[in-house]
């Protein structure tokens, strides 16, 4: 009987334990790797968003206030593009889970949107860059 009831005790003790050892890495792996990703793949969203919402802003006729935003906005979203990425653990691996674009993809990113910055309100190349941009980052458009 008192065998049995130890067996019992270790058994249940071990259960705890495991299930104590699942929770703990489950949380690990969602607060550092899954959210991390979904970061990204969110301010990926966002830079698809600005690229659309401000399309009209690379015209010299543009409302100064609108042309100052849309500048801010884009240099905000390079930037973010860079720290999202940085903090994804194993990225080279992690992207090719997730589907990420490259680290490459990531830079050539990151200075077109930083060039975009750079010329709103001038006559310049705005679409070739933003189509750089929907290359580099797969972007979806529905026209396509």
Do not use: C
């Not at 903090?87 to 674009?101: A, D, E, M, T």
């Amino acid at each position: 009987m008192y065998n049995r009831v130890m067996s019992d005790s270790i058994t249940a003790f071990y259960t705890v334990v495991s299930g104590y050892l699942v929770f703990v890495l489950g949380q690990i792996t969602i607060n550092f790797w899954l959210n991390p990703v979904k970061r990204q793949k969110e301010t990926i969203g966002e830079i698809q968003d600005a690229t659309i919402y401000y399309a009209n802003v690379f015209s010299p006729m543009m409302n100064k206030t609108t042309q100052d935003a849309a500048s801010k906005r884009f240099r905000q979203l390079a930037t973010q593009l860079v720290s999202t990425t940085r903090i994804i653990p194993f990225y080279k691996f992690s992207r090719l889970i997730f589907g990420l674009p490259s680290i490459k993809s990531i830079g050539s990113a990151h200075h077109s949107l930083v060039g975009l910055s750079n010329s709103v309100g001038k006559d310049g190349d705005s679409y070739e860059t933003m189509e750089s941009i929907k290359k580099e980052l797969n972007l979806l458009f529905l026209n396509e």
